[in-house]
């Protein structure tokens, strides 16, 4: 099929999304920049060199490269993110920090592989389920190598502790089965074991426990396991409809906790205020019905399913965040696409944007590309 130009409806929003994203992570970092000075030219320098400077590399190679070269190494890049998530637990090659173990270590540089887990996940199953085709329907080529794939991810996650990720990846997995033709009585049976699972893990892990208690009642413990939430909705409040302005948050000067990261929506909400977030909100919805345009005229199974993955994990990570920031949901700590501090994250999704855009040149011929 002959190459079209990219979608350039798509390509806008994610540029919106990344200028937005790479304003407020500097006004929120801001905070640091008051304690001290090395660390916040430590922490821009690894955004917006690293992050954003190898993410637009990325991007433009990953544009250029054909989809189907994906497909084809697809195994070996899953197994190479599995490989590198676990080296996290080699001495002296992992780094921990807040009690978690998730972070490498290379040099004065440090990365989240589970990032590149996420990414390698999607590629590896969209590439099984069009290879399956018709007999996802059978289970034991639906079901059972999307159990297998998911047990071993959870080894791995649950024992960093990475609930957040583990979650999401669960959740962009099962949606692939659904989208791929995978009954729904398997479907709700995933997601009813999946909760299962998840309540079991709560039920023996104290810091989820608190978060769930938080949840529930966010003035439960203001000064311990809700003091987040807490500064999150004071932020959001005092931003009123038009918000303080452009650098004037003031909760992030000692009051939210990482609020470059974890609580970056809230520093959003508290200097654009209620037109700012609703306006952030509806970019990533137009992010996802545009993704999904170009996952239904995708030229094939694989281009389909890929480009639905990527704008799924996408999705579900930012209402993750805007959910848990609003205490619609559990506190996650996931990071915000595109906003939040994490240079990895950062490159990773600029390059999964890249598979897109390239994906975006071979839609079917009766499609309209505005």
Avoid: C
Wanted: glycine fraction near 10%.
């Amino acid at each position: 099929m002959r190459e079209k130009k990219v979608d350039k409806f798509f390509l806008i929003i994610v540029i919106l999304l990344v200028t937005i994203g790479v304003a407020m992570f500097v006004s929120a970092s801001l905070g640091i920049l008051v304690k001290n000075e090395k660390i916040f030219y430590s922490v821009l320098f690894n955004q917006i060199v690293l992050g954003l400077g190898l993410g637009l590399l990325s991007m433009y190679v990953a544009l250029k490269i054909n989809y189907k070269f994906w497909r084809k190494y697809s195994f070996y890049i899953f197994l190479f993110s599995i490989l590198i998530t676990a080296a996290v637990f080699i001495p002296y090659l992992g780094w921990s920090h807040g009690g978690a173990q998730r972070w490498l270590k290379l040099g004065p540089v440090s990365m989240q592989p589970v990032e590149i887990l996420k990414f390698g996940f999607v590629i590896y199953f969209a590439a099984w389920l069009s290879w399956v085709k018709n007999r996802v329907q059978d289970f034991r080529f639906g079901i059972l190598p999307f159990g297998i794939m998911l047990a071993i991810i959870a080894v791995i996650l649950l024992k960093q502790p990475d609930t957040k990720s583990f979650i999401l990846i669960a959740v962009t997995g099962i949606s692939m089965l659904f989208i791929s033709g995978v009954p729904m009585k398997y479907i709700l049976g995933l997601g009813m074991g999946a909760l299962l699972v998840l309540g079991s893990f709560v039920f023996f892990t104290p810091y989820l426990q608190e978060r769930v208690k938080t949840f529930i009642d966010p003035s439960v413990d203001p000064r311990g396991s809700s003091y987040q939430i807490q500064q999150s909705l004071i932020a959001l409040g005092s931003g009123g409809v038009f918000g303080r302005g452009f650098g004037q948050s003031i909760q992030k000067f000692s009051y939210l906790p990482e609020p470059q990261g974890d609580s970056i929506f809230a520093v959003l909400g508290e200097e654009l205020g209620f037109v700012g977030t609703v306006g952030t909100i509806m970019l990533y919805l137009f992010f996802a019905l545009r993704g999904f345009r170009i996952a239904n005229h995708s030229p094939d199974s694989f281009g389909r399913l890929l480009v639905s993955g990527i704008v799924i994990l996408v999705t579900v990570q930012s209402f993750m965040h805007i959910a848990s920031i609003t205490g619609v949901f559990p506190l996650t700590g996931v990071p915000l696409p595109f906003m939040s501090h994490g240079g990895t994250s950062l490159m990773i999704y600029l390059a999964a944007i890249g598979i897109v855009l390239n994906i975006s040149k071979f839609q079917q011929k009766n499609v309209k590309s505005l």
